[in-house]
């Protein structure tokens, strides 16, 4: 009896460890950027109930995942802003984008409703340099005739943790400023010529609400749950426009993929009638080449990309991201035929 | 039964030398990770340390894009809204601990002191969290228009921009007050188990000779206890010093040096949790870990002095 016990719980232990080993290899561990967790999550949940292979993604920020990335210890890394050619290059790193995103203008001025305010690039420039001080200027007042703009102090609320929000926002600025371009730059976190830092999108969100005169920047997700008020912002081909998922599209349809080495494509002053201007999308970071014993991983990973692709789009626009277009879809693809290796071979989903 | 009995204390004594050996090995583990703390700060800040040199001390220039950081603003912030708490917090502690000892019916002094000790165990993000929602918007409507006001009315004082710009609560001050709120259940609680310690026979005495109860607080109770309220003091320093998360969310986080305690400031603490996740240069790294460096220098020093001043209190006093 005592021996028979003792073969049945071998035999359990046995398979326990079988099934620890499977499951092993059907987990994909992933981390970076904070933009995209939301939706990252949702994907690896639904993923998980269809087909039982874990993903699991950390929110640690771009930097830490390009880290993580670099040094192999997760299997895909996510991060807002992309990694140059050479830079890929250099760390043996393939980079395709999986979600598009908006960063958004939120105001709290008393008497102004969301939608209501117009800037202008150089506006928006001039408030964050510290140059217009007050919602009264006369540059203010001329871009929004028939608005009553009171005589009030204007708070600028940036981000004061680094990310990819920030990234993106100076970006923008960068591209349509020349003196922002020359005083400030283009980075997670920056020298701000003015106003307050707070900590996250909900932290400037939160202190936007709170602080009256206030100006700051969220993503688009951020600023609709908040029911804050947002802005329009004049795009490129000079139209004001509102920002709406319509609009995030139409800049990432005006881009040329195609020509850009590493998928390397800021979608900020993007031209087209419609196109938000400063959308962009996030980017997943896999390396190169991966060793043989690692091609159930690859193989794991790239079937969720493709699935999250395939099927994701309602889930990503539930959550107000943009899903890839399908002819970009097409490319990545390709992209990943062409780029990735396991064991020196090529891999496919 | 002589013999058992040697056998024992044969026993007794290698516990005692194990004990004791465990417990000098406890103590120097302390020492141990204090200091391989502070080389392994040192390596990691030695990149930033060569860079920069004596300039990292003495610019407020914080440039991530362009490599270029200084360490002075987050310096000046960490300081200021310590001298802040300080100020607040003290004269309120030693207040509330001579009202719990001193005057208070006992059942009250209980409540009382178990509901400040209950605001000691409030995580510091909820701290924060209140500060940002309720504490802030309350301070740029109510507390900094009157503040300032007053003391941009009063001639002289009005020349000082210590109130100058708008209030809006994300602020130096907002950050001072809400660190003094933090440290003051610390610094009260320990101020009031100094002065329970106080024995009763010196302070009857004192009042059998007539004293009225000002007195005998200030010539018996808090001349007893310096040693302990001084004490308490610099626990409460210490914990405002390094305080990160409250103070992220009030003080506003911009790498400036400005006289008005209503424009926004940064803290070491409070950067080093900013920028600490998205710095990917090895320059920008070092340099954040410097930054916690010097945090760990000033807590440092501040012990040293502490000390120091605690014997010259005590020589002075006569009680040591």
């Known amino acids: 009896m005592l021996k028979r016990l003792g073969v049945a719980a071998a035999g359990a232990a046995a398979l326990c460890l079988c099934g620890a080993a499977a499951a092993q290899g059907k987990m994909v561990n992933g981390a970076g950027a904070s933009f995209p967790f939301p939706i990252y999550s949702k994907w690896a949940h639904k993923y998980n109930g269809l087909t ?21 210890t997760v299997d895909f890394a996510g991060s807002d802003a992309p990694l140059t ?14 979600v598009i995103g908006g960063v958004t203008l939120v105001v709290n001025v008393p008497g102004v409703q969301p939608g209501e305010m117009k800037l202008t690039p150089s506006l928006l420039a001039d408030i964050f340099l510290g ?39 100076t970006n923008y600025l960068d591209r349509v400023s020349v003196e922002w ?35 700051g920047y969220v993503e688009y997700a951020y600023a609709l749950e908040n029911k804050m008020c947002y802005t329009q912002m004049r795009n490129r081909n000079g139209n004001f426009v509102q920002p709406t998922i319509e609009a995030f599209i139409a800049a990432a349809a005006n881009a040329d993929w195609k020509s850009a080495p590493g998928f390397y494509m800021v979608l900020t002053d993007q031209p087209g009638a419609q196109s938000w201007p400063i959308t962009g999308a996030s980017f997943i970071l896999m390396q190169k080449e991966r060793a043989a014993k690692d091609l159930e991983t690859v193989q794991s990973a790239l079937k969720f ?24 879809v097409e490319i990545v693809k390709a992209y990943w035929a062409n780029e990735l290796t396991v064991g020196g071979a090529k891999v496919t989903p | 039964m002589t013999r058992s009995l040697r056998g024992r204390t044969g026993g007794a004594q290698r516990a005692d030398a194990l004990f004791r050996a465990l417990a000098a090995g406890c103590a120097v583990l302390i020492l141990a990770v204090m200091a391989a703390f502070f080389v392994r700060l040192v390596l990691s800040a030695e990149l930033s340390i ?13 440039d991530p894009n362009a490599l270029e950081f200084g360490a002075l603003s987050s310096i000046y912030g960490t300081l200021a809204s310590t001298v802040i708490a300080m100020a607040i917090a003290t004269p309120l502690s030693l207040a509330i601990a001579l009202f719990l000892t001193e005057m208070a019916h006992p059942a009250v002094a209980k409540v009382a002191g178990n509901a400040i000790e209950l605001l000691a165990a409030i995580p510091s993000i909820i701290f924060g969290m209140w500060g940002l929602f309720v504490f802030a918007p309350f301070m740029a409507a109510h507390v900094e228009p009157v ?80 040693y302990g309220l001084v004490g308490a003091c610099f626990l409460g320093l210490g914990r405002a010093i390094g305080e990160t998360m409250a103070v992220t969310f009030v003080i506003g986080n911009s790498h400036r040096i400005s006289a008005s305690l209503l424009d926004p400031a940064t803290s070491i603490a409070s950067t080093l949790a900013n920028e600490f996740a998205e710095a990917s240069d090895p320059l920008y790294l070092s340099s954040l870990v410097q930054l916690g460096l010097v945090l760990f220098l000033i807590a440092f020093a501040l012990q040293v002095v502490a000390h120091l001043w605690l014997k010259r209190v005590a020589k002075s006093m006569g009680t040591l």
């Open chain 2, 147 to 226: 503040l300032a006001k007053t003391w941009n009315a009063v001639p002289l004082l009005n020349l000082i921009p210590l109130f100058r710009g708008t209030p809006r609560g994300i602020d130096l001050l907002t950050s001072g007050v809400i660190l003094a709120l933090m440290v003051l259940p610390f610094i009260s609680s320990v101020m009031r188990d100094v002065f329970l310690m106080v024995p009763a026979v010196v302070k009857e005495s004192a009042y059998g000779m007539g004293a009225t109860t000002w007195e005998v607080t200030r010539r018996v109770t808090v001349r007893y206890g310096v």
């Open chain 1, 131 to 169: 140059k217009i001080t007050k919602w009264n200027d006369v540059n203010l007042a001329a871009a929004n005739p028939g608005l009553k703009l009171p005589d009030l102090g204007i708070s600028v609320v940036h981000r004061s943790d680094g990310s990819g929000t920030t990234w993106l926002f």
């Open chain 1, 305 to 328: 990309f493709d699935w999250c692709f395939a099927h994701g789009a309602d889930m990503a626009k539930e959550l107000h991201y943009v899903p890839m277009p399908e002819n970009v």
């Open chain 1, 85 to 98: 050619k050479d830079e890929l290059d250099k760390a043996g790193l393939v980079q395709f984008p999986m």
């Open chain 2, 50 to 62: 060569r860079h920069f040199g004596w300039k990292f001390f003495a610019t407020t220039n914080w």
């Open chain 1, 52 to 72: 039982g292979v874990k993903v699991n993604y950390q929110s640690i920020g771009s930097g830490g995942g390009i880290n993580a990335i670099k040094n192999k």
């Open chain 1, 181 to 215: 371009h020359t005083k400030v730059g283009c980075e997670k976190s920056v020298k701000w010529p003015a106003g307050i830092g707070a900590k996250g999108n909900e932290g400037v969100a939160a202190n936007v609400k709170t602080i009256r005169g206030a100006i």
